[in-house]
Nanobody, 127 residues
Framework: QMHLVESGGGLVQPGGSLRLSCVTS????????VGWFRQVPGKEREGVAC????????HYTDSVRGRFTISRDNTLRTAYLEMSNLAAEDSGTYYC????????????????????WGPGTAVTVSS
């Protein structure tokens, strides 16, 4: 079992940067792929960035590639999403999730293998 709590959301101006954190507890994070998903009211939830277990790769949705970076610190049992050059369309509620099985691609594109979700943290990009 895992418990996930996101933090770091808030109001940021266009062009700014923000770092989201996902602190986990329970089973060691080493065993899980991690992902960040975004939901905007009226739209489907989107896989933004996903990271395989150690030795695997990453998947980013096209709109954030080159601007967002997903990372993890298994010792701290924490996943991160560094967001740069933010724009209004990056606004939404960001959710952290973990998956015991499956690839980062399947996780982000199909929410495949996800075992646990955090409650989300809101990000608003506005001037």
């Amino acid at each position: 079992q895992m418990h996930l709590v996101e933090s770091g959301g808030g109001l940021v101006q266009p062009g700014g940067s923000l770092r989201l954190s996902c602190v986990t507890s329970g089973t060691s994070l080493d065993f899980y792929a991690v992902g960040w998903f975004r939901q905007v009211p009226g739209k489907e939830r989107e896989g933004v960035a996903c990271l395989d277990r150690e030795g695997g790769g990453t998947h980013y949705t096209d709109s954030v590639r080159g601007r967002f970076t997903i990372s993890r610190d298994n010792t701290l049992r924490t996943a991160y999403l560094e967001m740069s050059n933010l724009a209004a369309e990056d606004s939404g509620t960001y959710y952290c999730a973990v998956a015991l099985f499956g690839s980062s691609e399947d996780m982000c594109l199909h929410e495949g293998g996800i075992n646990f979700w955090g409650p989300g943290t809101a990000v608003t990009v506005s001037s």
